[in-house]
């Protein structure tokens, strides 16, 4: 299957390391692993929820250590995104997960967006870095990150919230957002995965937040349905992710169609592409095929995607003119 070109707007880069990739990694950086192979790893890959993947996920970022492993993990993605038809991506990276192994910022940093500069000419790809604040970590801690990265100056478009979410609203920080705002950052946030529809309420009303990522819980709110739609406020969904992390049972289950019937302005997405089992072009094929989709549909959800992106006006423009002559 062809898929229309997307912008994709839900993307952790640290979720695009492939089992094979950790252990090349691992060996380069004499890192001693807890698998005994590839194999191994992957058999692991069945999660309960979405605290069980995040205790492999960090696991696995121990053999990230220096700007070259960020640089050839963030290449990786853009080209194999290029393949399954993503020509822009504002991708999430996420900084503490790293400082507090002692890896050095400059070292994160400088790695991906080294990777990100070249997307463009060399994937057809043009791509925004969105630092991304782990919740379960203390708002201080992510007030540090953010004047961390100000400080070094490094090309960013804004800011968002992610990691273990029950337990963490988003209220806890407001602080650290209003002054992502007042720099002149976009800001998005996760909400209603595994937290509830009042998480998304916080997003917005605390947070300032222009995208919901995940939201599909908004629907057990018929006045949240209601703003949401009223304000084109874009979900980045992840089907494929949804039903890894058993947010839903099976695909046949996803309230996908039902979104679309109510007017939500969604996007596909892939989330953690190499532990939910697909990139982007995976999941459009996999929602396609379960719900039957149509093309008219599949054109909304690249237009969605496009519109709902931080790419300049001439970019956007341009991707929407693609989408249109690919119909």
Not at 241 to 250: E, H, K, M, P, Q
């Amino acid at each position: 299957m062809t898929v229309l070109p997307h912008a994709e707007l839900h993307l952790h880069l640290e979720g695009t390391l492939e089992p094979e990739t950790i252990f090349t990694m691992a060996e380069r950086n004499r890192i001693d692993l807890p698998y005994a192979d590839v194999a191994d790893l992957s058999s692991r890959y069945d999660f309960s929820d979405l605290q069980s993947f995040l205790n492999l996920y960090y696991a696995n970022m121990a053999t990230l250590r220096t700007a070259a492993d960020f640089a050839e993990m963030t290449d990786s993605y853009l080209a194999r995104a290029a393949r399954g038809g993503v020509r822009h991506a504002e991708v999430f990276l996420d900084p503490q997960a790293h400082v507090t192994r002692g890896v050095a910022l400059e070292e994160v940093m400088d790695g991906v967006t080294t990777a990100l500069a070249c997307s463009l000419e060399r994937h057809g790809v043009s791509s925004g870095l969105i630092v991304a604040m782990l919740r379960d970590h203390s708002a201080e801690s992510a007030m540090q990150t953010l004047d961390a990265v100000l400080t070094l100056g490094t090309p960013l478009l804004g800011i968002g919230l992610d990691s273990a979410e029950v337990g963490h609203p988003p209220s806890k920080f407001v602080d650290v957002f209003a002054k992502a705002r007042a720099e002149g950052l976009h800001v998005v946030a996760h909400a209603g995965e595994e937290g509830p529809p009042s998480y998304v309420w916080e997003a917005l009303d605390l947070l300032g937040a222009e995208r919901i990522d995940h939201g599909i819980r908004c629907l057990e709110d018929d006045r949240l349905v209601h703003r949401l739609v009223a304000e084109r406020v874009p979900l980045t969904v992840c089907p494929l992710s949804n039903v890894r992390l058993r947010v839903v049972a099976d695909i046949a289950d996803h309230p996908l169609p039902t979104m679309l019937a109510k007017g939500l302005n969604v996007t596909i997405n892939s989330d953690d592409p190499a532990y939910f089992g697909g990139y982007l072009d995976d999941n459009v094929t996999a929602v396609r095929d379960a719900f039957g989709l149509d093309q008219a549909t599949l054109t909304t959800l690249a237009t969605n995607s496009v519109d709902a992106s931080f790419a300049e006006p001439s970019r956007r423009t341009a991707l929407l003119a693609e989408i249109a002559s690919a119909t």
